[in-house]
Each structure stands twice: as structure tokens, then as C-alpha cells.
């Protein structure tokens, strides 16, 4: 009995049919899951099987597209009408490799547990390099056991991991009825880093629960760790529905609690709100700073809110740090409510590197007009807008530096709006420069 086992295992093994790392290889386009030979997954389907191992290593190959019958009833995601169900607690690593997961859909909904919501239910592991395009989350909860957040992100519902230069582009809605509820372009709740990440989508986070609130942000919900070098170009509203619940919007994260965040930046549009007797809050970078550091940032998004806002924080409580920040003029004070140590400039001096003090242009921040954005940005995240994206892809990448040396070479186009060296002319130090900030 036992000498047919032992063939039988033999067997198995040498034509594939099982990996004892806990996953099946075939279930992969290639890989074994460990970091020096990751799955590698290049469809919608392989994506879903991170969830039998949660603990391995994964690349993406190509990008991952999902299509309107793939959540049709009868398809493949349908899954009884919640469509993606979140992979639970991963802890291993994933690369995006550049590549972007799209069209992904959420109607999720949960009356008897902790709900988190996004592409993975929490994360504790290593994201990096991804991006989530045209998501459309909305996802609901009637969960009410007291003082249990709920949370959805466009990444991960919960993030204790790391999770580096990812984006989202799509649109998320998140509505509650318990204590806590958070909502993020990237994470529902931050526990961990989040790093050289932005977000252009919508996000949304409403509370109809009394004596709650909702918190909404363009990175997350909430800030309990530490995010880096991260931008918001989306909207975010953030609203209590009921006579004692309230709203937390922010351009980065809706509230911090005993977080960081430090070197980041909102352009977009920030709105809270409460509809009863208790108080909405908005801030360009936060609505609520609780306790911990807000430092080396700035806002020039619109800011409204029904109550407390303020071009940086909404309400900056005793005890927390608010240091070197600055906001468009239009906007009369950086805080809400208590301290306001923040800057009131014109968008002359927000133009000027000199204006930011604190701010570290020798290697996170830079000042190009020629990529069509005349403001400081992170060298890590530069963004170009038309007609100043040469190739025309909307991001600056290699190419856009050949269509540059190729015009250089030509000495027929007119370039001098590529002075990146301030010399008064364009020269092969130009093109070196922009080789040195798109390898960073």
C-alpha cells in the first residue's frame, strides 16, 4: 500500500498535478510562487487564484481586463451579484510590472461580519507597481457591532503591508451603517506604508448611522501609518446622512490618527458634509488630524464642506504636528479649526521652489513648466499634460525622451521651453537630466 502511494505521488509530481507550495503551476501562465520565480499571471481567471495561496510571490504580465459579461449574470465573476469577491488576507508579494488591472467590479455587501472591500479584503504583504484602472466599487454594509471600522479601497479594504507606485483611476462608493466606515483611492484603512502612489477616481464614503462617521480620501480613509510621496488628482466627498453622523474628507486620507504623511500634494476636488447637528469636515490633505505628522505638503484643490474646512486640515487637534504646508490663496486659512500653522501663498509663489521651505528639491520634489505643470511635483510620480506629452501617452516615460533627443538632433524644433537646467538654452545637459528623473 504504501510503495503505491509513494508511485502514485511520483507521479503526480512529475506530470504536474500538484505543487506542494499550495497553488496548481498550471493554474499560472508560468512560476512556481517564490520571489526569485513568481507566478505569473496573465488573465482574469489566474488573478483570482491568488486567493488558494495568499502567502506566495505573483508578476503580472500583461494587463488584466475584465468585460461587462464577465459580471453579467451567468459569467464567470457573477458570483450571485456581489461580482469580485476580495481576496482574503494576502501576505506574500505582488508586481504589477507596470501593468494595470481594468474593469473591475464590486457589489459587495455584509450584515454579519468585519467588512473590507477592494482587490484584496487586507493586505499585510507587498504590492508594488500596479495600477487599477476603471474599477467601479460600491459596496454597502449593515454590520453594527460598535467601534469595528469597515473599509474599501481601490487596492486593498485594509493595508498593515507595503504597497508602492500604484495608482487608481476609477470609482469607488462605499455606504455604512455602523461606528466607523473609511474609504480610499488605494486603501480603506492604512496600518502600514503607502508610497509614491496617486489617484485621479472618484471616491466616496457616506455613514447612515447615528453617532457615526464617514471618512473618505484620495490615498485612504483613514491614516493610521505612513504615506509618502503620494498625490490626489480625484474627487472625494465624504458625508454623514443622519441627524448625528458625520463626514471626514481629505485630498490624501480623511482622517490621521497617530499616522504620518509627509511629501504630498492635492489638486482635486474635496467635499464633507453632515445633514444633522453634528459637523462635516474637509481638509485638502486631511479633514481630521488627530494626532501625528502632516509635514511637506500642499493643496490647491477646491475645498467645501458644511462646517469645518480648511485648505490643509479641517480640524488640526492639540498635539499633532502640522509643519512646512502651503495652499492657494484662494482658500483663507490652512486649518478648520485650532492651529493653523500652515502658509497662504499666490499661485506666483507656489511657482517658485524657493517658496517651499522644507520641501526637498534635491531629489523627492522638482519644478519643470515644460511638462505643462508648473507647480512642485514628486520626482518619483511626474506627470505631463498635453501638448507637452511628446509621445502622447499621457505620462512621461523613455518616450518621451527619444521624441525629445530626436528633435534635438534635428535642430529644426523649437525647444526652449525644455530648459531643465536653467542655463537659457536646450542643450544634451537637458536630455541627461530627464534620463536621470524617469530612472528614479
Known amino acids: 500500500m504504501k510503495r503505491t502511494l509513494a508511485i502514485l505521488i511520483a507521479l503526480m509530481l512529475l506530470f504536474g498535478s500538484v505543487n506542494l507550495c499550495g ?20 488573465t482574469p481567471a489566474q488573478l483570482d487564484q491568488i486567493r488558494n495561496a495568499p502567502a506566495a510571490c505573483y508578476r503580472l504580465i500583461n494587463d488584466i481586463v475584465f468585460t461587462a459579461e464577465d ?45 473590507y472591500a477592494g482587490l484584496f479584503r487586507s493586505n499585510s504583504g507587498t504590492i508594488h507597481d500596479l495600477g487599477m484602472e476603471n474599477n467601479d466599487f460600491y459596496a454597502w454594509t449593515t454590520y453594527e457591532q ?7 479601497g481601490g487596492i486593498a479594504g485594509y493595508n498593515s503591508g507595503t504597497i508602492t507606485r500604484c495608482y487608481h483611476t476609477g470609482s469607488i462608493e462605499f455606504v455604512a451603517m455602523l461606528r466607523y466606515s473609511q474609504a480610499g483611492g488605494i486603501v480603506g484603512l492604512n496600518a502600514g506604508i503607502v508610497t509614491d502612489c496617486y489617484n485621479t477616481g472618484t471616491v466616496e464614503a457616506y455613514q447612515n448611522w447615528d453617532s457615526s ?24 466627498t465624504a458625508g454623514g446622512r443622519c441627524p448625528t453622523s458625520n463626514g471626514f474628507a481629505g485630498g490624501i486620507a480623511g482622517t490621521n490618527s497617530g499616522g504620518t504623511i509627509q511629501d ?19 481638509g485638502g490633505i486631511t479633514a481630521c488630524h ?29 498635539g499633532s504636528d ?20 500652515a502658509h ?11 517658496t517651499f521651505a522644507g520641501f526637498d528639491f534635491e531629489g523627492t520634489w522638482i519644478i519643470a513648466p515644460a511638462f505643462g505643470y508648473r507647480l512642485p511635483q514628486l520626482v518619483s510620480l511626474l506627470h505631463t499634460y498635453a501638448p507637452d506629452d511628446l509621445s502622447g501617452d499621457g505620462i512621461l516615460d523613455t518616450g518621451d525622451i527619444v521624441r525629445l533627443l530626436q528633435d534635438f538632433l534635428s535642430g529644426e524644433a523649437d525647444l526652449s521651453g525644455y530648459d531643465f537646467t536653467d542655463d537659457g538654452q536646450f542643450t544634451i545637459a537637458d536630455v541627461i537630466f530627464l534620463l536621470r528623473q524617469t530612472a528614479k
Open 344 to 354: 497662504r501663498c499666490s499661485m506666483q509663489q507656489l511657482q517658485k521652489a524657493e
Open 146 to 152: 460598535a467601534f469595528i471600522p469597515v473599509c474599501a
Open 23 to 42: 497553488a496548481e503551476t498550471a493554474a499560472f501562465a508560468g512560476g512556481s510562487g517564490t520571489a526569485e520565480d513568481p507566478y505569473l499571471i496573465s
Open 71 to 115: 459580471f453579467a449574470e451567468g459569467g464567470i465573476f457573477y458570483n450571485g451579484g456581489i461580482c469580485w469577491t476580495p481576496i482574503p488576507s494576502f501576505t506574500g508579494a505582488l508586481d504589477g510590472n507596470g501593468y494595470a488591472i481594468k474593469n473591475l467590479t464590486v457589489r459587495n455587501n455584509s450584515t454579519t461580519e468585519r467588512f
Open 264 to 282: 504630498c500634494y492635492n489638486i482635486g476636488s474635496v467635499y464633507g458634509f453632515s445633514t444633522g447637528k453634528t459637523y462635516g469636515n474637509a
Open 290 to 318: 488627530f494626532t501625528g505628522s502632516v509635514s511637506s505638503c500642499y493643496n490647491t484643490g477646491t475645498v467645501t464642506c458644511s462646517d469645518w474646512l480648511g485648505a490643509i486640515i479641517g480640524q488640526n487637534n492639540a
Open 322 to 341: 502640522l509643519s512646512t504646508c502651503y495652499y492657494l490663496d484662494t482658500m483663507n486659512a490652512g486649518s478648520g479649526l485650532y492651529d493653523d500653522a
Open 213 to 236: 462617521h464617514a471618512a473618505g480620501g484620495g490615498i485612504a480613509g483613514r491614516n493610521e501609518g505612513r504615506i509618502l510621496r503620494c498625490y490626489n488628482n480625484g474627487s472625494v
